[in-house]
């Protein structure tokens, strides 16, 4: 069991040098002085932080920003993150599963009219090992960093090049969101060669899923459970992990069950680099 109590003060500058950025990331250009005061309380009962095969963990994280934000930004965070791993016996194997969720909510009258700062929001995707990411949102194998997230068309300059507008796209930015969840199921096993077991080389089967929204903005409104539900991505897949003392390297085939047209994720071989710190 462990609390941790802290203060962050961060001078945090957005800038947008190709000009085209959104309307919704514009308002947020400049700089601005981050401030957070953030307690996080963690019981962590597994009997390792790599290859965990008995245990349980869970982590709560608790956020009020914007103390001293130049821009008036104020804010607050609450994470959660759950999870459990149990033995087969055999093979040394192992299933580890478990769910995420974080909620950003805007402070100030008129809160949910009001938007949140872009650094603090959640994106979805990446490729570290939701094994070893415990304490915050776990990855979607398969997707692009930040590859799921609500978008926004950026700002669409004609160019004296193209003669037909519609055979030019003004592109995306994609801005994160206030609601997050996520979950992780991955099966660990030994493999049958001793060469490999003997190296602690093994393999694992996984799979991922997850969906981020927006509630600020009055955003709140258009967003039902039944439609987060239905939205929800996902990925699955098999992989071979090298443990080292400092971190494990995951060689994986992802396949792509679901995704939507603006999602940056496909269906092949992915490499990650995960540490337990």
Request: proline fraction near 5%.
């Amino acid at each position: 069991m462990c609390h941790d109590l802290s203060y962050n003060l961060t001078w945090c500058t957005l800038t947008d040098p190709s000009q085209l950025a959104s309307k919704s990331m514009r308002k947020q250009l400049g700089h601005n002085l981050l401030s957070a005061l953030r307690y996080t309380y963690t019981i962590d009962r597994r009997d390792s932080h790599l290859r965990p095969t008995n245990g349980y963990a869970f982590v709560s994280t608790s956020q009020v920003g914007g103390l001293w934000d130049s821009k008036g930004l104020k804010f607050f965070r609450q994470e959660f993150d759950v999870r459990g791993a149990v033995p087969f016996g055999f093979y040394n194997a192992a299933l580890n599963a478990g769910i995420s969720a974080g909620v950003i909510l805007p402070l100030g009258r008129g809160f949910m009219k009001s938007p949140s700062p872009a650094p603090d929001r959640f994106y979805l995707g990446g490729h570290s090992s939701p094994v070893c990411s415990l304490g915050g949102l776990t990855s979607l194998l398969g997707f692009k960093t930040r590859g799921v997230s609500p978008t926004e068309l950026r700002r669409f300059v004609p160019s004296d090049s193209v003669t037909d507008d519609s055979a030019a796209s003004p592109g995306l930015d994609y801005l994160g969101g206030d609601l997050a969840v996520s979950a992780f199921a991955d099966l660990s096993f030994d493999l049958p060669l001793k060469l490999l077991r003997d190296v602690g080389i093994y393999g694992h089967a996984f799979l991922t899923a997850g969906n981020v929204a927006k509630l600020s903005e009055s955003e709140y409104k258009n967003i039902s459970l039944s439609k987060f539900g239905r939205t929800i991505r996902s990925s699955a897949g098999v992989g071979i992990i090298l443990p080292t003392t400092l971190f494990r390297l995951e060689i994986n085939y992802c396949y792509i069950l679901k995704k939507f047209e603006h999602n940056r994720g496909k269906t092949g071989i992915q490499f990650s680099f995960s540490s337990p710190m």
